[in-house]
């Protein structure tokens, strides 16, 4: 248990060094070595806990949440997450981020999306919280061996003589070091979401203000908004199976405008008035878990829409330079 304990300090020391240069790469390798300190952990306290019940004092009792147990000792990060969370050892908030900043980890690492914007600040956040979340844990069991070497990044902080259940507090201590000395500002977080959100915003508006002004039509910003889902869904399997038995047939234009004008739409209006009273609302939040979360939430809810306007937008601009061309007689 205290070589466990030790390679921890190690990586969760690494993981500061990393994020303490403040930019997007270093901050991509901070937020995966927090993210994997902090799930080797989780697993350890489902083992303590699968331990717990099978001495000869508890092997007799039935638990409710056995299957719950189970699944927090497999491969998924999520049942490790709500375990704990059902056992209070994690707060509604705590556990809530840990699962936002664990999908960022996934997408950086298997997707290749960068979040190259909001990566250093949120590998701090994500580093601040498991240092609290890590130096909660007291381990049920300790061993010892006189051969066992620990990492030298960790005797720096536990000392060459880190023998003895007293390992636990220093433990403990080592984690709260790291976490204050990381200087995590809920500000930082909140401004770097803020402002990231501003530019997804205007670029959008600046998208819907083509689509509007700059296509081979005319038309006001809610109407390139149902046009442009309308363009989308009426060459998918789900725009013809909506038309089928309702569509009496005709041009492919026709067509188009009969989605628009009868496919229930969530988006029906220009949402920019509404995303800008988002950010507003974000760039007020002052708990970085609510901030986080108003920001995930908006990112995913508008993902479609945003997919929609972008590929309009592209249209109208190939549109442009068609026009262009022809001018000049190319």
Same mark, same amino acid.
């Given at each position: 248990m205290l070589v466990f304990l030790a390679h921890a300090i190690e $990586? *969760?020391? *690494? !993981? !500061?060094?990393?994020i303490s240069k403040g930019d997007p790469n270093n901050a991509r390798f901070g937020l995966m070595l927090t993210d994997n300190v902090l799930e080797l952990v989780l697993h $350890?306290? !489902?083992?303590?806990e699968q331990r717990e019940r099978t001495n000869f004092l508890n092997r007799e009792k039935t638990y409710a949440d056995e299957s719950d147990l189970r699944a927090a000792l497999g491969r998924h990060f999520d049942a490790k997450v709500s375990f704990f969370r059902s056992h209070n050892k994690l707060s509604a908030e705590e556990a809530e981020s840990i699962t936002i900043c664990h999908s960022y980890r996934n997408e950086v690492y298997h997707i290749g999306l960068h979040h190259q914007d909001i990566l250093p600040a949120l590998a701090r956040f994500y580093f601040y919280l498991a240092c609290g979340v890590l130096g909660r844990y007291k381990a049920n069991t300790m061993s010892y061996s006189p051969s066992m070497v620990l990492p030298e990044r960790a005797l720096k902080y536990l000392g060459s003589k880190a023998i003895g259940f007293h390992v636990f507090d220093e433990y403990q201590s080592v984690c709260l070091t790291l976490q204050?000395?990381?200087?995590?500002e809920s500000c930082n977080l909140v401004s770097s979401l803020a402002d990231h959100m501003t530019e997804i915003i205007e670029q959008q508006d600046i998208g819907v203000g083509m689509i509007a002004t700059a296509g081979p039509r005319q038309m006001t910003r809610d109407e390139a908004i149902v046009e442009s889902q309308a363009w989308r869904l009426a060459f998918k399997e789900e725009g013809k199976k909506f038309a089928t038995g309702k569509w009496s047939g005709g041009s492919v234009l026709d067509f188009v405008n009969w989605i628009g004008a009868n496919y229930p739409f969530k988006n029906r209006r220009d949402p920019i008035p509404s995303w800008q009273k988002r950010e507003q609302s974000l760039r007020l939040e002052k708990n970085p878990h609510k901030a986080l979360k108003k920001y995930k939430d908006f990112m995913t809810q508008t993902e479609n829409i945003r997919d929609v306007i972008e590929e309009s937008h592209l249209q109208v601009e190939m549109y442009i330079d068609e026009q262009i061309d022809r001018m000049r007689g190319k």
């Open positions: $990586q *969760l020391d *690494l !993981a !500061a060094e990393h $350890q306290m !489902a083992k303590d204050e000395g990381i200087s995590f």
